[in-house]
């Protein structure tokens, strides 16, 4: 009840605004997110890659179920055993995802935290998982940025879950060009090699699950996967805020 009255409180002195929308928060709020923009964010829901997460078209929305492989883990197996996302990347998640990283909207990786771990508790063995990996920014970046945006979902996902975190068991050891621009051959090769790991016992022999904000080719996630098995994780998943179908 307490907590209830500093709330009422604090936002009678200083009126809260969606950072997305502006509008001023009420019901259904998922602060700093106004309950419209919370509402809107655009879930990702079956049926998709089993291997990937990639969103199919459900050709029957009554019955949704998990897809069979897509064609690009057919042709390629990813190092990593799944990936998951809890949104599609839509124009709602977009903005939320370029004000987090871009605007330092820090406040937000509490919802969008919360929305990836209800999305994960609904979709994987949570019970099975033995840590949470964030991928890791070059320290270069990180310190321009001020934060790894990946690290602040892991912790509020690891809260939630009651997991670990190991924020520094991977670390990217060179810069590398924003992936954006670039076509999926170019960023596989713009990652390779660009990870290492630093704790080694900190994964060998768990279940690591990769944290991540947005999912677009897999270069990424598949890189740092590589890196865990061969150090000796016993089996590693990744877990998105976002997917690009």
């Given amino acids: 009840m307490w907590k209830e009255w500093a709330l ?8 809260p605004f969606c950072p997305l929308c502006r509008a001023r928060l009420d019901e259904g ?11 809107g964010l655009e879930r990702l829901s079956p049926p998709y890659c089993r291997t990937c997460g990639r969103p199919f078209p459900a050709f029957d929305p009554g019955r949704p179920v998990e897809g069979s492989p897509c064609e690009p883990c057919r042709r390629r197996r990813p190092p990593f055993g799944y990936a998951r996302a809890a949104a599609v990347f839509g124009e709602r998640v977009r903005e ?23 999305a994960g508790a609904a ?10 990996v964030p991928v890791p920014l070059h320290p270069s ?21 009651g997991v670990p975190v190991e924020p520094r068991a991977l670390r990217r050891r060179r810069p590398t060009l924003p992936q954006t621009d670039l076509d999926a051959e170019r960023r596989r090769a713009n990652v390779r090699g660009a990870f290492t790991l630093s704790r080694p016992a900190a994964v060998e022999g ?3 699950l990769l944290i991540d ?33």
């Fill in 8 to 15: 009422a409180f604090v936002d009678l002195l200083f009126p």
């Fill in 29 to 39: 709020r998922r602060d700093p997110l106004c309950g419209p923009c919370w509402d």
């Fill in 213 to 245: 904000d947005v999912f677009t080719t897999g270069a990424t996630v598949a890189e740092c996967a590589r890196v865990l098995l061969a150090a000796g994780a016993r089996a590693v998943g990744v877990l998105t805020l976002a997917r690009v179908p």
């Fill in 206 to 208: 768990r279940h690591v």
């Fill in 141 to 161: 970046r990180e310190a321009a940025r001020g934060f790894n945006q990946s690290v602040l979902l892991a912790n509020r996902v690891g809260r939630r879950w």
């Fill in 123 to 132: 979709t994987l063995a949570v019970g099975t998982v033995d840590c949470l």
């Fill in 96 to 118: 939320a995802v370029h004000a987090l990283k871009f605007d330092g909207k820090t406040a937000l990786a509490r919802p969008l935290g919360d929305l990836l771990a209800e």
